[in-house]
Nanobody
């Protein structure tokens, strides 16, 4: 499995921005879909955004128009630009990927905490 390390989280005021990064220990070029997920205590992990090898993106309704996912295969890094942050975006954010069989290819990391104050 690919080891994934998320970074870039922090405390930000409502309306602010953060850029999350996900560094992979190996090549992500062959990973069919990579995505960002988030989780708050007591709730299941939810998908925020994902991007295919070809660059096609998709977003959760809550992220549309505010978040942008991108991937730099040369740097083996996945990004999430988050703008116009809201308190409801507060969560631990994780990244991972799936192969064409829908199997997770990475091990879940520690995540990065995003806290948005009102």
């Amino acid at each position: 499995q690919v080891q994934l390390v998320e970074s870039g989280g922090g405390l930000v005021q409502s309306g602010g921005s953060l850029r999350l990064s996900c560094a992979a220990s190996g090549s992500i070029f062959s990973i069919d879909v990579m995505g960002w997920y988030r989780q708050t205590p007591g709730k299941p992990r939810e998908s925020v955004a994902h991007i295919t090898r070809g660059g096609t993106t998709a977003y959760a309704d809550s992220a549309k128009g505010r978040f942008t996912i991108s991937r730099d295969d040369a740097k083996n890094t996945l990004y999430l630009q988050m703008n116009s942050l809201k308190p409801d975006d507060t969560a631990v954010y994780y990244c991972n990927g799936k192969n064409r069989l829908g199997i997770w290819v990475g091990s879940w990391g520690q995540g990065t905490q995003v806290t948005v104050s009102s």
